[in-house]
């Protein structure tokens, strides 16, 4: 069961360059997530989609754009990288509208650097 | 706002030895997670409860709703438990679009 497949697993920016983050779930979850984690502090949610062609801004939205292209796929783009958005990034899903009732399952995370 | 608290933050046992890891939160709550994040990075999701005790393994995960506090005890440790433990709770209003608030993990290193 491959679960939640997000790719790259590292990537170098340099400031002002762009990217974007790949996350594809094959569980028929509605629900799914992007977070960053950085030292000393907990996860925190950039994004949220609770469903195909939905979605909703979390904690820290500033500098990225998501699109949920199908059920299975959502992708996080930062549109000109900076320095501060060097982190990890996780995506996640869950079966239920919120993690309620509901286990997240994440990908194995991306670590990016943005010099 | 909701505040998760987790202890200690950073935890050294012996292998066999019985661990214990903490989480206080500040709201009233509808659900509580424990996730497990490998060295390698990957997170696991062990445990989602709203009440009472689960076990899974050697893992058990109990909450006290009226004391606003989560337990994970890990029995019998072993050097594979070596993971950064992590602690999220759904409040019952408010808190993220993903409706949880996270706590900043517990760093377990059990040595052989």
């Known amino acids: 069961n491959a679960g939640v497949t997000q790719t790259p697993k590292f990537q170098v920016l340099k400031t002002g360059q762009s990217m974007t983050l790949q996350c594809a779930q094959d569980m028929n979850h509605n629900s799914m997530y992007w977070y960053r984690q950085d030292p000393g502090m907990g996860l925190r949610l950039i994004y949220y989609?609770?469903?195909?062609?939905?979605?909703d801004k979390g904690e820290v939205p500033n500098g990225y754009n998501v699109s949920r292209l199908n059920k299975r796929e959502f992708s996080l783009r930062l549109e000109s990288a900076a320095p501060s958005q060097t982190s990890v990034y996780f995506c996640?899903?869950?079966?239920?509208?919120?993690?309620?009732?509901?286990?997240?399952?994440f990908g194995n995370g991306t670590r990016l650097t943005v010099t | 706002k909701n505040e998760v608290e987790q202890s200690p933050q950073n935890l050294t046992a012996q292998e066999g030895e019985f661990i214990t890891i903490n989480c206080s939160y500040s709201v009233g709550i509808s659900a509580l997670h424990w996730l497990q994040q490998h060295p390698g990075g990957g997170i696991v999701s062990l445990f989602m409860?709203?009440?009472g005790k689960k076990k899974h393994g050697r893992l058990i995960a109990t909450i006290n709703i009226q004391e606003k506090h989560s337990s994970l005890h890990i029995t019998a440790s072993h050097p594979r438990d070596s993971a950064v433990y992590i602690c999220?709770?759904?409040?019952?209003?408010?808190?993220?679009?993903?409706?949880?608030?996270f706590g900043k993990g517990t760093h377990l290193i059990i040595q052989p």
């Open positions: 989609s609770a469903s195909e062609g939905t979605t």
């Open positions: 409860l709203s009440s």
């Open positions: 999220a709770v759904r409040p019952l209003s408010g808190g993220g679009a993903d409706g949880l608030t």
């Open positions: 996640a899903s869950s079966g239920a509208l919120s993690a309620y009732n509901s286990p997240l399952h």
